[in-house]
């Protein structure tokens, strides 16, 4: 008879197929310094932004402070987080801008937004 591991690891190993249909509802809690820690490796060799800093805050509000090298000053952005991620595709992370539009809006229109961020309207997508 196998052990519960050995079930689990041939689960693994087939990457799920036996799971067919299968869906979870996780949700995955991410410390601030880590999210910090992967936006300065993402934007490093980026030009157009001098430093970006992220605070978390209660229910699924987000402060960015943002500096770019085409303001003399620097930006704080307030998002809202959607409440789940789009894992169909590569992982996107969905959150709408409460403030600042315009200057969303025309750091879309200049490209001064690194590869991966796109703003629909007042919605930022960030893919992972």
């Known amino acids: 008879m196998a052990s519960m591991d050995e079930i689990f690891q041939k689960i693994i190993d087939s990457n799920f197929s036996d799971l067919k249909g299968l ?72 959150a709408s801008l409460e403030n600042n539009l315009l200057l969303g809006k025309l750091g879309s229109f200049f490209k001064v937004l690194p590869k991966g961020i796109n703003l629909y309207g007042n919605q930022v997508v960030v893919d992972i």
């Open 23 to 94: 869906t979870v509802d996780a949700s995955v809690p991410v410390p601030q310094y880590i999210v910090n820690e992967i936006i300065e490796v993402a934007l490093q060799g980026n030009k157009n932004i001098e430093y970006c800093r992220v605070s978390i805050g209660v229910q699924n509000r987000v402060s960015v402070k943002l500096k770019t090298t085409m303001l003399p000053w620097s930006l704080d952005l307030k998002l809202r987080l959607f409440k789940s991620v789009d894992l169909v595709r590569s992982p996107r992370i969905r």
